[in-house]
């Protein structure tokens, strides 16, 4: 089993800056994608950025260039540096981790519980 765990969350002003952790733990034999997907009240989840194992990143075009996904693969570790906050920002932020448990193991969808970001207009 694996547990993923989100840290990092809370309340900011507008054109402030959070940054947000997710580590994997457990029964992990590698990871191939790592992401953060967000809700908004009242809204469906969405996705925000991913960074696979090589490096290669994406963005949902709202957040480039205020965004920055980064991963540590030797502690499991992803990061979303958030700059320039917006209003429309704010939601329950999740990690998403793509990991396998052995070298011939299935890959598999984890996720977090979740960490609340809030932007004051």
């Known amino acids: 089993q694996v547990q993923v765990v989100e840290s990092g969350g809370g309340l900011v002003q507008a054109g402030g800056s959070l940054r947000l952790s997710c580590a994997a733990s457990g029964s992990i034999f590698r990871i191939s994608v790592m992401a953060w997907y967000r809700q908004a009240p009242g809204k469906q989840r969405e996705f925000v950025a991913r960074?696979?194992?090589?490096?290669?990143?994406n963005y949902v075009n709202s957040v480039k260039g205020r965004f920055t996904i980064s991963r540590d693969n030797a502690k499991n570790t992803v990061y979303l540096q958030m700059n320039s906050l917006k209003a429309e920002d704010t939601g329950v932020y999740y990690c998403?981790?793509?990991?396998?448990?052995?070298?011939?193991?299935?890959?598999?969808?984890?996720w977090g519980q979740g960490t609340q970001v809030t932007v004051s207009p």
């Open positions: 998403n981790v793509v990991a396998s448990s052995s070298e011939t193991g299935p890959w598999i969808n984890y």
């Open positions: 960074i696979v194992s090589g490096g290669s990143t």
